[in-house]
């Protein structure tokens, strides 16, 4: 996109903010302030995905289905269910159960949504109602124009921790809550659908419920770029993550609640990749603006920027297929195959100068492994092989490595499902 038309679509999400911020009222509309569709579904529809899913451990692997489940469950039970030095779940009184950053010592929505997310994969109701209970009852704000959204903790530039509301988490609790109402019905304890609901009202009626913008607060996905903003807030106009942009689940949430917004944030986050991915490596930044320019000091590829990769393969395998998706996958792939598969280090700029080479991060072997579905380089299965011999993570960086090794099980082996 020209310099002069960035420049000018900028303006007018600037104009449109500003606006709110005023109190702007699009009374009588049949949109609400921020130009959504009204369009909500008093119930949660059902949603359906592919007819099967592929199985690389089985069918490149040759493994049989009593091996992969073995090493599905010595996963969870050890990461979930081991003693303190291996474990990052803990039971909280009666009812409730966290998931902990090991290394940065604090409770993340990232962790709490993607360990709900492994839980109704592996129909694991008892683990999910905790850590849905906890993140309800303790995260979620209460009261004031945060209301609904949940607390969380980011890394700045220096990756150090700071209080955020992240959207990463958010889109993770919505959609395992989809799974969980019908995987497991409604009926008991814990009104799923209802609570799916609740949180697809808060995405895009924030602003409408709080009147306008109060203290910064906006909805979660700009209004006319269609992408999550970084945080929901107006200090991240114009600024996204590309870690956060997951068309897949956004494609699940227009069938669940019936509405239209939500197709088109997926179409604007398929069309975002392919503006965001570098055209040599296709490595996505961390922090981009809504045309997917990095912003400044946020031009690397990093833990954090995998989810992207692992993103794309989720949204081949869920959607039906895309092109690019493919094309986007082999050129990561080759890349780290050009760095030799064993030797690949763990944070690179864009253009693919290795920035930390000291050593692999476990993260990214699992990110590269789920890339593989949706590759068809002919050494696609060396990257399924390199997840298949990784141990369960342990340390104080087990926290990350772990989740992403599990949902790389779970995609691998087929078992990273619509419900």
Request: aromatic letters at 10%; one cysteine or more; a negative charge.
């Amino acid at each position: 996109m020209p310099a002069s038309a960035r420049l000018a679509r900028g303006l007018g999400r600037v104009a449109a903010v500003a606006a709110l911020a005023l109190g702007v009222c699009a009374c009588g509309s049949t949109t609400d302030s921020l130009g959504y569709d009204n369009t909500e579904s008093a119930t949660l529809q059902k949603v359906t995905g592919p007819a099967s899913y592929p199985n690389p451990f089985r069918d490149l692997l040759g493994q049989s289905d009593a091996n992969i489940s073995s090493k599905i469950n010595n996963a969870f039970n050890t990461l979930f269910h081991g003693s303190t030095t291996y474990s990052f779940y803990t039971e909280v009184g009666t009812d409730q159960a966290t998931i902990t950053d090991t290394l940065h010592g604090d409770i993340r929505t990232e962790g709490m949504g993607l360990g709900m997310m492994i839980c109704v994969q592996m129909n694991k109701e008892y683990e999910f109602g905790k850590l849905w209970t906890y993140a309800k009852e303790v995260m979620q704000v209460g009261s004031g124009p945060n209301a609904g959204y949940f607390n969380s903790f980011c890394n700045d530039v220096n990756d150090k921790p700071i209080p955020c509301l992240d959207p990463y988490g958010f889109q993770q609790f919505v959609t395992a809550l989809i799974f969980a109402n019908d995987r497991w019905g409604s009926t008991g304890a814990i009104d799923y659908a209802a609570d799916a609901l609740a949180l697809f009202h808060t995405v895009h009626h924030k602003v409408d419920d709080n009147g306008g913008i109060v203290d910064g607060v906006t909805d979660l996905f700009d209004p006319q770029a269609n992408l999550p903003l970084e945080v929901p807030n107006v200090s991240s106009a114009g600024v996204t993550r590309p870690p956060l942009v997951m068309p897949a689940y956004q494609a699940l949430w227009a069938q669940a609640d019936a509405d239209p917004t939500f197709t088109k944030i997926a179409t604007a986050g398929r069309a975002f990749w392919q503006s965001a991915a570098n055209p040599m490596t296709g490595f996505m930044a961390v922090r981009t603006d809504l045309s997917g320019t990095p912003s400044m000091g946020w031009a690397t590829f990093d833990p954090e920027a995998y989810r992207s990769q692992i993103n794309v393969a989720i949204d081949q395998i869920w959607s039906g297929g895309n092109a690019w998706n493919v094309t986007e996958s082999n050129k990561l792939l080759a890349y780290f195959s050009a760095q030799g598969i064993n030797t690949y280090g763990r944070i690179f700029s864009l253009d693919g100068t290795v920035v930390d080479d000291n050593t692999r991060d476990p993260s990214l072997i699992a990110a590269n492994g789920v890339t593989a579905v949706a590759s068809t380089n002919t050494d696609r299965s060396s990257y399924v092989s390199a997840v298949w011999n990784m141990d369960v993570p342990t340390g104080n960086a087990r926290y990350y490595a772990g989740l992403l090794y599990i949902i790389g099980l779970l995609v691998l082996s087929g078992q990273f499902q619509i419900y």
